[in-house]
């Protein structure tokens, strides 16, 4: 069997949104580094989209500094080199009632659909304009008719079930999209051929 050539860096930052990360922006993706990634996917909108709470004003994000926050981040990460390649994951559904029973009403109070929707059509409006890929979770999840009671662990995060629906998504976009090099796997550069066991 061959062995298919990809280093995947998977950085997470729970709880964090977009204002958050354009402080940090650079010296996770600087541009003077040597290797620039070739593909970067990014999700903010869950919480930025989060109700404002002066008793704990961190993770709202007014909707049109979200939108510029994300035109920065796409244009930087477009920038650090010719084959850097960007998708976009929108906000998705939440579960307020599942929420209610497994965090608390205070956080179900603050997280909506409406404004979920809001934050997701936002951002898929974003990147045509700026000719990014997007992949509209908010869509994606609510195409199962069970997403209520199948997609999430607490009515926010997913579970293995909300996460294959995305990585479907993902493939499907790699599969699809038109860029040279092909970042399909199926594609990818093979780091040794096939040796034999003798």
Not at 27 to 55: C, E, R
Not at 65 to 90: C, P, Q
Not at 116 to 142: F, S
Not at 173 to 198: C, H, M, Q, R, T
């Amino acid at each position: 069997m061959d062995e298919i050539l990809a280093d995947i860096l998977l950085r997470g930052y729970g709880g964090w949104n977009s204002r958050q990360a354009l402080q940090v922006l650079h010296k996770i993706f600087p541009k003077d580094s040597a290797i620039q990634p070739s593909l970067v996917i990014v999700y903010f909108g869950g919480n930025d989209s989060v109700l404002p709470d002066h008793s704990c004003p961190g993770s709202h994000v007014p909707l049109p500094e979200y939108i510029e926050n994300m035109r920065t981040i796409a244009l930087h990460l477009k920038s650090l080199s010719e084959k850097t390649r960007v998708i976009f994951l929108t906000a998705p559904p939440v579960n307020c009632a599942l929420m209610k029973e497994k965090l608390s009403a205070d956080i179900a109070e603050r997280r909506t659909m409406e404004t979920c929707r809001k934050y997701a059509e936002a951002c898929v409006e974003l990147c045509k304009k700026i000719d990014v890929k997007c992949i509209d979770m908010w869509t994606a999840i609510q195409k199962r008719d069970d997403w209520l009671t199948s997609c999430f662990t607490d009515g926010i995060h997913f579970t293995a079930e909300g996460s294959q629906i995305i990585a479907e998504e993902i493939l499907k976009v790699l599969e699809e999209a038109d860029w040279e090099p092909s970042l399909n796997w199926k594609s990818l550069p093979i780091e040794f051929d096939y040796v034999g066991l003798n």
